[in-house]
């Protein structure tokens, strides 16, 4: 006997709600810098619940923000402060300072758009 999967499965959230999703990822990244100042703690949270909001409703984090924050911990970061940054000769490398790990951004990566924004 064979079963139907039911199609609601893999479809993607409305237009509209994940319209919504990039914008409060956009206000918490926000936050997380203006909190990052008095505990960084809650600029981890707020990153964790971006990344939550991005994955429930199946949003790519800009690749400008995805560099704000350690993809080993997920801690908030910034540079000089909790990581450190340094280019390399075809990437960009962060070191993180809470679990002392690489992350490392190529240059060439016509995905991320770097070169436009900031
Ligand atoms: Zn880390």
């Known amino acids: ?10 479809r993607p959230k409305p237009l509209k709600q994940r319209r919504v999703a990039l914008e409060r990822i956009e206000v918490l990244f926000r936050e997380a810098d ?9 600029s981890n949270r707020y990153v964790g619940l971006a990344r939550r909001i991005a994955m429930k409703y199946k949003v790519r984090i800009r690749p400008v923000l995805k560099r704000r ?14 990581c450190r940054v340094r ?17 490392r951004f190529p240059y060439k990566n016509k995905k991320s758009g770097l070169t436009t924004s900031k």
Not at 1 to 10: D, G, N, T
Not at 34 to 42: D, E, I, M, Q, V
Not at 69 to 82: A, D, E, M, Q, R
């Open 1 to 10: 006997m064979v079963f139907i999967m039911p199609l609601r499965k893999h």
């Open 34 to 42: 203006k909190a990052f100042k008095h505990s960084p703690a809650l």
């Open 69 to 82: 924050f350690c993809k080993h911990c997920y801690s908030y970061l910034k540079p000089g402060v909790n």
């Open 87 to 103: 280019l390399g000769e075809k990437q960009v490398v962060y070191f993180c300072f809470s679990c002392r790990r690489f992350m």
